[in-house]
């Protein structure tokens, strides 16, 4: 069964564009999550999207917005890039029923310059 | 308001011997813990998990140990081999509507020396 699929694996953008990333979920599992990961702050919670609605919620300001496709995949648009962005985007996919484990991508690393 | 600590950075450990890994957390209402191991370039893998209902957990070299009065959550690797190398995440789960919603730790990068 082929794994979660991320793409692009690298991309560097400059302040105030904006970015989206794409995500393919393991084949049955319908719900995804988005995870920013920083040096020195771990994995900080985006969103999660289940059946193409979005269950919950990180803190993260409006630029940061995502959707789910009714294939599960999954986009995750940032706009307004700011350098603070920069870091490694990962997302993760799961049944999203009684399942407590995510299956992670390889992530984006995602430059801002 | 990080839920979910852990405080140790990094772990040197010599091969064969035994590496402990901690995290605490501060939420009571944490009913699942899991712990991820991500090596650079790849994403987080799942390596064990453990219920907030029993107090430890056991696959292979791998043991996880849950205080739930201490809110302390330990990954014990015994004997820790090279290929261990990398850093570990844990992480609690809560239930929030019909989702569960998972809070990473910090992460601590474990070395295994020869």
């Known amino acids: 069964k082929a794994g979660v699929t991320q793409t692009p694996r690298y991309l560097i953008k400059t302040r105030g564009q904006q970015v989206t990333l794409s995500c393919s979920p393991i084949s049955g599992h319908r719900s995804v999550s988005w995870y920013q990961q920083t040096p020195g702050q771990g994995l900080q919670f985006l969103f999660e999207?289940?059946?193409?609605?979005?269950?919950n919620k990180g803190n993260f300001p409006g630029r940061f917005s995502g959707r789910q496709f009714s294939n599960s995949r999954s986009e995750m648009n940032v706009s307004t890039l700011e350098l603070g962005d920069s870091a490694l985007y990962l997302c993760a996919s799961s049944l999203g029923t009684t399942s407590y484990e995510q299956y992670f991508g390889p992530g984006t690393r995602l430059t801002v310059t | 308001d990080q839920q979910v600590k852990q405080n140790s950075p990094s772990l040197s450990v010599q091969e064969g011997r035994i590496s402990i890994l901690n995290c605490d957390y501060t939420n009571s209402m944490f009913d699942y813990f899991l712990w991820y191991k991500k090596y650079p370039a790849e994403g987080p893998t799942f390596l064990i998990s453990i219920s907030s209902i029993k107090d430890k957990n056991e696959d292979g070299r791998f043991t996880v140990f849950l205080n739930k009065s201490a809110k302390h959550l330990s990954l014990h690797i015994v004997p820790s081999q090279p290929g261990d190398s990398a850093v570990y995440f844990c992480a609690a789960s809560l239930w929030v509507g019909t989702a569960s919603k998972l809070t990473f730790g910090t992460g601590t990068r474990l070395q295994v020396t020869l």
């Open positions: 999207y289940f059946s193409e609605t979005q269950r």
